[in-house]
C-alpha cells in the first residue's frame, strides 16, 4: 500500500474521527485523531492496515497552545512507511487509555511518557518510572515549564 | 506478566549492574530452580538527558552530546541528528560527502560488532581469548579512523553540509589493507568460534524467537533479522551512498541466540566488502558545502532514520524557528531489544546459566536506551 492509498482509505474509514491525515514526506505518513476514538482507531490500524511493528512513542509539550501531542511511532512491514500516529491532549486533562493492550511494546515507552510528561496511561499494566530514580519527586523533565527543580523532599 | 511472582517456589535475583556481564543495568529475575519464569529490566542507571541537553543547545553544539548514545558507534548515531538537521535547514549534501559518512559508518559497524562478538565469547565462559582478538582488532579500525579524524572513539566528523576534512593522501589503500587484513581474521573466527561445537551448544536453540513475536514486540536490527525478518533502513530508505553500493540485508532463520550472533558476524563480511566498494569508487569532488554556525530553521520537523549497529535509530526534530531544536525525540534501538529480552522468559524457556548468553544476543548499549 502506498503512502497516498492509505491515507484515503484510512480517512474512509474513520471519518469522525480523523482531525488530520498527510503525508509529510516521501516515506513519512503523519496521522492526528481524536481522543474519543483513540483505542477504536488503534485497534484498526493494527487489524485493518497491518501496522503490527510498533516502533516507539513519546509526547511533545506545547505550553503557549496549552495541549501536548502524545505520538506513536508505527511501522507496517509490508509497506515500510513510518506513520506517526498522534493524538492531542489538553495539559490540564492528560489521560489517554493505555495502548498496550493494542502493542504491548509500548509498555516502555508509556512508562516514559509518564514520567517525563506526566501523561496518565489509564490501566497500564506496570506504570513505575522507567528511566527516573524511583523516587524523584522533582517533576516533570521534558516539560517546557521544567526549571530543573531536582529531588524535593 | 502472566505468572504472578509471590509463588513460594519463585525466588527473585537481582542481577546486576555491577556483574562483568550485565552492563549498567539491573535485571531482576524469578527463577524455579534453575528455570527463569520472569525478566524485569530495571533501566536508567546511565539516564542523562540529552533529550533535553540537545533542546538547550544550538543544533551544531548537539552533535557532541548525541554522539555520547553509543561510544562504539558515533558515526551511525552522529549521522542520525546531522541528516534530520540538514533536512531541517535544507542543505544539499555533496556527493563525495556521502560516500566518506558510508565508509565511517561501515567502519563503525564492524567495530561495534567485533566488540558484540568479543562479549557474546566472553559471556560463554570458554572464550576468553577471543575478546582480546576482537579487541586488537578493533585497533586496526580505531588506527583507521585516527588517520581519518584525529581521534579514536568520538569524532564529531560529520557536520550539516558534509564531513569536517577530507581523505588523506593514500587512505583508500590503508582501506584495502586493513579489508584484507580483518578478512583473514573472519575466517579464524568462524572456525573458532561460530562453528565450534562449545559455543553451538551454548548459542543454539535458546532463546528463540519466532518471526511474527520479533515483529509484534518491536524488535530491530540484527535482533529482527534473525528472526528470519529482512528489514534494514539501509535498504528500505537508501541514505548516504547506501543507494549506490551493492550489498544484501542477511537474515537467519533459526530464531535462536546463534542466529543473531551470526548475522552479525556476516555483516562484518558485508561491511568489509562494502568498505572496499567504497575505496575503489569514490567519487571526487568537494567534500563539504560551507553552513554558517548559527542558523534558524523554519518551524516543522523532520524525522530521520539510520541502520545503527544496534537497529533503527530514528531522529524526530521539532524546530520552532528558533536556532535550538524545540524538542528531539530519540527513538532508540536498545529500548526496543531490551523489550523483547523482557519478553523472552515468556516466549521459550529459559536458565539462569543462559541469561548472559541471551542477553548478549541482544548485543544493548545501555547509554543508548537511556539516553
Known sequence: MTEEAFVEAFQATHPDL???????????????????????????????????????????????????????????????????????????????????????????????????????????????????????????????????????? | MTKPYFEPDIMRISWGPQHPMSGQTRILLDVDGEKVYRIIADLGFTHRGIEKILENRTFLKGIIPMERLVMADTPNIGLGYVSAIEEALGIEVPERAHWIRSLMCEMARINSHLYAFGLQAESTGYFPAVFLWTTVDRAVLLELFEELTGARWSFNFFLPGGVHADLPDGFEDKVIEGVHYLRRRFQDYWVAMVENAIFEMRCDDVAILKPEDAIRLGATG????????????????????????????????????MARTKVRFREIGQSLSMMEQIANEIPSGPFRTRVPLFVRAKAGEVLSRVESARGELGVHLFTDGGMNPYRVKINSPTLRNMFVFERMAELDEILVADIPVVINSIDPWYLDSDR
Not at chain 1, 53 to 65: L, T
Not at chain 1, 80 to 104: A, C, G, H, N, S
Request: charged share 30%; proline share 8%.
Open chain 1, 18 to 153: 480523523v482531525v488530520s491525515a498527510e503525508v509529510l514526506n516521501p516515506k513519512r505518513v503523519s496521522v492526528v485523531v481524536k481522543r474519543e476514538g483513540f483505542l477504536h482507531v488503534s485497534r484498526s490500524l493494527r487489524d485493518d492496515f497491518g501496522f503490527t511493528h510498533p516502533v516507539s512513542g513519546g509526547a511533545v509539550d506545547y505550553p503557549k497552545e496549552n495541549r501536548m501531542q502524545m505520538i506513536y511511532y508505527l511501522m507496517n512491514p509490508e509497506s515500510k512507511f513510518m506513520l506517526t500516529f498522534r493524538v492531542d491532549l489538553p495539559r490540564d486533562d492528560l489521560t489517554l487509555p493505555t495502548l498496550t493492550q493494542v502493542w504491548e511494546a509500548m509498555s516502555f515507552h508509556e512508562r516514559e511518557a509518564h514520567e517525563m510528561f506526566g501523561i496518565e496511561f489509564v490501566d497500564h499494566p506496570n506504570m513505575i518510572p522507567l528511566l527516573l530514580p524511583p523516587d524523584w519527586r522533582g517533576g516533570y523533565p521534558l516539560r517546557k515549564d521544567f526549571k530543573g527543580e531536582g529531588i524535593v523532599e
Open chain 2, 222 to 257: 540484527p535482533v529482527l533479522r534473525g528472526s528470519d525478518v529482512a528489514m534494514d533502513v539501509r535498504r528500505d530508505e537508501p541514505y548516504a551512498a547506501y543507494g549506490d553500493l551493492d550489498f544484501e540485508v542477511i537474515t537467519e532463520s533459526a530464531c535462536d541466540s
